[in-house]
């Protein structure tokens, strides 16, 4: 079989037969890959010009619900994955963690369409006051950038390593271009294929290379965004491309590093703490073959419990049944491929100059399947080496595959050193039942890691594990780990968005965010906004209600029925020393009297107040003050129905500006409240 690249809207082969793929646990041929003839001008042009006009004409809400989609049909789907998966040597649960894992990814950067504005850009932050309360501001938004999201992904996880990425870009508004490891792009093929035949996506959306394209780069731009996950050697040298330099283009690289875990010295053999510490090194040695960037490849423990964390490991590493991963029972399966194995072995023998083996056989492995003895299989190999302040390889070599090394420390400050020592890391772990211990080895550790997972008997049950990346927590690392960032929320989505400060005046930047700047033109509304439909009120639609004067009568009433009884609020003897003059009106209280202001109490299209955000208090209102209201529409949201019975409706966020007869702001707030449409 003969791979395809899927490029500007058409599957392709590439010319020729450029590399034969294997079956990792075989040996048997699966397919060929070839991305020669590829015209890369054309793929960039196809993504930019199609793709990207297309996502980018979509608002982040709509973007997210075509994540929700395209994962909710995907895992209808999955199942016919894994056959794919298990060519790749990977067992069914690495399998799980490819696929239903990358999936996953797309549900979760779905439901970040919440956390962003219904619009195609982003309004950034606060607002900046140029002028003290004038005709002149400053605001920043974000918009798509208008290239191409480039993901040259490595060999171990050819699903997830695409969804986790492509699933922030399309969210962001921007087309991918996915270069898989060639090695297993078969399994990446097979799932692009079912995206594209699902026709979720826009046309021009997702581009797949299989082959090999050393020339990918050679056509990128500033507005392109390229991500790296491989080795440091190879992101090194794809950063410092020509191209990259000269265009400044935007590289996201997340290197393979040489990430630790930490048992801590309140641990002791009898406590559980020290069981999951065994069980956690077991599992990131074995899962995938330890083709993780993420896996332990520094274990470091007390001095006191060198034998004991040894003797627990070596028991826990024998009863790993390694083998073809469609045999039943099969707990580890193969390397990617013989090259791996070759590679791995080449880096222990390097690390042999300075350690020993004290669990598993360089040489020697016993595989469970038919056709194994031309598998990569390899077994799991613990190394020890108690001197890691001068024996220093093991902080610069990775062996890529289930392989780690057992190491000492006298102190806390020891085990930060030695963690530091891997010269960056996407992730560490430490295993504690004392949070003090914790504390400092977060605080001491936290510079040179992306991500720091502390364990013990309560989080350890529910726990992701050290070596699963989530999608909205950073997933990256500093140094050797390439000092990028992938995924992290709203963070990862921001990695393909321009910021733009704009300025001009309250007004004009408000029709340009679709959100209302304080200090802009009001709309006249021509009836209450609370009689208005979702569609009839419009950003900047303002009532400004009749005024109330404040009573002694009601803040002690208000005191009594919410039982606030501060001193400010009723014990004028009290006051001295305070910013108070004398007794004052209790802030909600004043929020509350304003919403009888400007609430409409006649049935309408509101269907109930969502909440409150942004509630200050900037002025004391004492009895005998007259407030009033200017209740303006800030921002709409629409919102998707969740089945043919729910009312259509979207969420409307009202700026409540409560003022008094001075014409002063004494509190501001915005109240999201959910309005129903015209044909609800």
């Known amino acids: 079989m003969k791979l395809k690249n899927y490029i500007h809207g058409e599957w392709v082969e590439g010319e020729g037969s450029e590399k034969v793929l294997l079956d990792a646990s075989t040996g048997e041929e699966v397919a060929v890959a070839s991305a020669r003839g590829i015209d890369f001008n054309k793929v960039y042009k196809y993504g930019r010009e199609i793709g990207g006009q297309h996502l980018r004409k979509m608002t982040f809400r709509e973007r997210g619900l075509m994540l929700k989609?395209?994962?909710?049909?995907?895992?209808?789907?999955?199942?016919?994955?894994?056959?794919?998966?298990?060519?790749?040597?990977?067992?069914?649960?690495?399998?799980?963690?490819?696929?239903?894992?990358?999936?996953?990814?797309?549900?979760?950067?779905?439901?970040?369409?919440?956390?962003?504005?219904?619009?195609?850009?982003?309004?950034?932050?606060?607002?900046?006051?140029?002028?003290?309360?004038?005709?002149?501001?400053?605001?920043?938004?974000?918009?798509?950038?208008?290239?191409?999201?480039?993901?040259?992904?490595?060999?171990?996880f050819p699903i997830w390593g695409m969804l986790e990425k492509c699933a922030v870009n399309w969210l962001a508004g921007v087309p991918a271009l996915v270069k898989p490891a060639t090695l297993t792009s078969f399994l990446t093929e097979a799932m692009v294929k079912e995206i594209i035949n699902s026709q979720i996506l826009p046309e021009g959306a997702l581009q797949l290379v299989c082959g090999s394209a050393r020339n990918i780069l050679d056509e990128v731009t500033s507005q392109d965004v390229v991500t790296f996950t491989g080795s440091a050697w190879t992101g090194k040298l794809l950063k410092s491309h020509p191209r990259i330099l000269e265009e400044a283009v935007p590289f996201n690289m997340e290197a393979d590093s040489l990430n630790s875990i930490i048992l801590g010295s309140d641990v002791t053999r009898d406590m559980p703490e020290f069981d999951i510490f065994v069980k956690e090194v077991r599992r990131?040695?074995?899962?995938?073959?330890?083709?993780?960037?993420?896996?332990?490849?520094?274990?470091?423990?007390?001095?006191?419990?060198?034998?004991?964390?040894?003797?627990?490991?070596?028991?826990?590493?024998?009863?790993?049944?390694?083998?073809?991963?469609?045999?039943?029972?099969?707990?580890?399966?193969?390397?990617?491929?013989?090259?791996?194995?070759?590679?791995?072995?080449?880096?222990?023998?390097?690390?042999?100059?300075?350690?020993?083996?004290?669990?598993?056989?360089?040489e020697k492995v016993d595989a469970l399947g038919n056709k194994?003895?031309?598998?990569?299989f390899m077994a799991p190999i613990l190394m020890r080496n108690d001197d890691p302040f001068s024996n220093t390889k093991v902080h610069d070599i990775e062996a890529f595959g289930?392989?780690?090394?057992?190491?000492?420390?006298?102190?806390?400050?020891?085990?930060?050193?030695?963690?530091?020592?891997?010269?960056?890391?996407?992730?560490?772990?430490?295993?504690?039942?004392?949070?003090?211990?914790?504390?400092?080895?977060?605080?001491?550790?936290?510079?040179?890691?992306?991500?720091?997972?502390?364990?013990?008997?309560?989080?350890?049950?529910?726990?992701?594990?050290?070596?699963?990346?989530?999608?909205?927590?950073?997933h990256g690392g500093p140094g050797r780990a390439g000092g990028g960032e992938e995924m992290g929320g709203m963070r990862g989505v921001?990695?393909?968005?321009?910021?733009?400060?704009?300025?001009?005046?309250?007004?004009?930047?408000?029709?340009?965010?679709s959100q209302y700047q304080y200090g802009g033109r009001y709309k006249d509304p021509g009836k209450h906004p609370f009689q208005k439909h979702f569609e009839e009120l419009e950003v900047g639609d303002t009532i400004i209600t009749h005024k109330r004067t404040i009573t002694e009568a009601d803040i002690i009433n208000f005191a009594n029925v919410s039982w606030d009884h501060f001193y400010a609020h009723t014990d004028e003897t009290s006051l001295e020393g305070t910013t108070f003059e004398k007794r004052v009106a209790h802030g909600y209280f004043?929020?509350?009297?304003?919403?009888?202001?400007?609430?409409?109490?006649?049935?309408?299209?509101?269907?109930?107040?969502?909440?409150?955000?942004e509630c200050r208090f900037t002025k004391p209102v004492y009895a005998g003050m007259t407030i009033g209201v200017r209740l303006t529409v800030k921002e709409k949201m629409d919102q998707e129905t969740k089945d043919e019975e729910d009312i259509p409706k979207g969420i409307v966020k009202f700026l409540v500006d409560v003022y008094d007869e001075e014409d002063e702001t004494v509190a501001i707030a915005t109240i999201l409240t959910m309005v129903k449409k015209k044909n609800g």
Not at 594 to 609: H, I, M, Q, S, W
């Open 494 to 513: 921001k990695h393909y968005l321009q910021r733009c400060a704009i300025q001009g005046s309250p007004t004009t930047l408000t029709e340009v965010t």
């Open 402 to 474: 289930p392989v780690s090394t057992l190491m000492p420390y006298s102190s806390i400050d020891d085990a930060i050193d030695l963690a530091k020592m891997g010269k960056g890391s996407l992730c560490s772990s430490i295993v504690t039942a004392d949070d003090a211990i914790a504390r400092d080895y977060v605080l001491g550790a936290a510079s040179y890691h992306g991500r720091i997972l502390v364990l013990n008997r309560e989080s350890a049950t529910k726990s992701t594990g050290h070596g699963s990346p989530l999608p909205l927590l950073v």
């Open 69 to 156: 989609k395209l994962a909710l049909h995907l895992y209808k789907v999955k199942d016919q994955f894994y056959p794919i998966s298990y060519k790749t040597g990977a067992t069914k649960g690495d399998s799980w963690i490819d696929i239903e894992g990358g999936i996953g990814n797309l549900f979760a950067n779905a439901s970040l369409r919440r956390k962003f504005q219904d619009q195609p850009f982003f309004v950034d932050g606060e607002a900046v006051d140029l002028s003290k309360g004038g005709p002149f501001m400053g605001h920043h938004i974000m918009v798509p950038k208008e290239g191409v999201a480039v993901h040259i992904n490595a060999f171990n």
């Open 284 to 362: 990131e040695m074995t899962v995938k073959c330890g083709q993780k960037c993420t896996a332990i490849r520094r274990i470091f423990v007390p001095e006191h419990l060198m034998e004991d964390v040894q003797i627990s490991l070596g028991q826990a590493l024998g009863k790993t049944t390694i083998g073809d991963p469609r045999v039943e029972g099969v707990r580890m399966g193969a390397l990617a491929g013989e090259e791996q194995v070759k590679e791995v072995r080449e880096k222990v023998e390097e690390l042999l100059t300075e350690s020993s083996i004290v669990y598993g056989n360089l």
């Open 372 to 376: 194994t003895e031309n598998g990569a």
């Open 590 to 613: 004043i929020l509350s009297a304003a919403a009888g202001l400007f609430v409409d109490p006649r049935k309408g299209p509101v269907l109930l107040n969502y909440g409150l955000e």
